[in-house]
């Protein structure tokens, strides 16, 4: 079994930043990437950022240039520093680690901009 589990988001004003964490345990053999999906009310959960093993990065375009997604190999752990926030980022966030053969979500949290 894998646990995935997330830092705790939070209330952040516009312009603002934030940085999510998420940290994978148990049987992990080989990681093929490490991301972040969120979803906000009554919309489908979209890709936000996605960093493979081999050091590719993805990010959505909505936040280029203002998201940084980072890891941490030794300790299985995907962070995600948010910049420059904006109201529409608003969402609960969830981690995604994709192993070779499964696919594991953390519990996601709550990030809220607003003023």
């Known amino acids: 079994q894998v646990q995935v589990v997330e830092s705790v988001g939070g209330l952040v004003q516009p312009g603002g930043s934030l940085r999510l964490s998420c940290a994978a345990s148990?049987?992990?053999?080989?990681?093929?990437?490490m991301g972040w999906y969120r979803q906000a009310p009554g919309k489908q959960r979209d890709f936000v950022a996605r960093?493979?093993?081999?050091?590719?990065?993805n990010y959505a375009d909505s936040v280029k240039g203002r998201f940084t997604i980072s890891r941490d190999n030794a300790k299985n752990t995907v962070y995600l520093q948010m910049d420059s926030l904006k109201p529409e980022d608003t969402a609960v966030y969830y981690c995604?680690?994709?192993?070779?053969?499964?696919?594991?979500w953390g519990q996601g949290t709550q990030v809220t901009v607003t003023s």
């Open positions: 960093m493979f093993s081999g050091g590719n990065i």
């Open positions: 148990g049987s992990i053999f080989s990681i093929v990437a």
């Open positions: 995604q680690i994709q192993l070779s053969r499964r696919t594991y």
